[in-house]
C-alpha cells in the first residue's frame, strides 16, 4: 500500500539560534521580517522585547534566545522576525538569523528525549536529522507561548 507525499512530510521554516537550528511549522508561518523598530514596553516579561507596527498591525515580539533562557539576543543584520499565529494571535519571535524552508520525512521526527531537559525541552514538538550529523529542533510554539503568556500579550495587543 502506498502513502500518500503529503501525509509523510512536513514544512518547516529554519531559523537559528546561537548556532542551533530550530524549526516551525511552515503553515504557522505568516511572513518573515527583518529587525525594524521594536518598541519597549513597561512591566513586561523579560523575553518580550517590544511591539513592532508590521503594515499596520501591531504585533508583540519574543526574543526566543532569552525565552529558552539563553541569554539576550543581540540584533545584526542577519536578526529576522519569524511572525507566526499562535492561537489567533499574531506574534512576532526575534531570532538570530532565518535560514530556509525545509521539507522533513515525518518518519526522520522523533519524540524530544527526555534527557534533554532543561527550560528548552517543554517547547519541542520532536528532534529530526538533517544532513549528515545536524540535528534540527522542531518548536511547539503552542508552548513557547503558554497561556499565561498568551493572556498578556492579549492585553498589548488588545
Not at 19 to 27: A, D, I, L
Not at 95 to 124: Q, T
Amino acid at each position: 500500500m502506498m502513502t500518500n507525499q503529503k501525509e509523510t512530510n512536513m514544512k518547516v521554516i529554519l531559523f537559528e539560534i546561537n548556532s542551533e537550528s530550530y524549526g516551525v511549522p511552515v503553515e504557522q508561518v505568516l511572513s518573515i521580517e527583518k529587525v525594524d523598530d521594536i518598541t519597549r514596553l513597561p512591566n513586561a516579561a523579560s523575553f518580550v522585547k517590544g511591539v513592532m507596527n508590521l503594515r499596520g498591525l501591531i504585533v508583540p515580539i519574543i526574543d526566543v534566545r532569552n525565552r529558552f533562557q539563553m541569554g539576550e539576543s543581540v540584533v545584526t543584520k542577519e536578526s529576522r522576525i519569524i511572525v507566526v499565529d499562535v492561537e489567533d494571535m499574531k506574534v512576532g519571535l526575534l531570532v538570530d538569523s532565518s535560514k530556509e524552508v525545509l521539507d522533513i520525512e515525518s518518519a526522520k521526527i522523533e519524540k524530544a528525549p527526555e534527557i534533554i531537559g532543561g527550560p528548552s525541552a517543554n517547547y519541542l514538538n520532536g528532534v529530526a536529522q538533517i544532513g549528515d550529523n545536524e540535528l534540527l529542533l522542531l518548536l511547539n510554539l503552542d508552548r513557547v507561548l503558554n497561556q499565561d503568556d498568551v493572556a498578556d500579550l492579549l492585553k498589548i495587543e488588545g
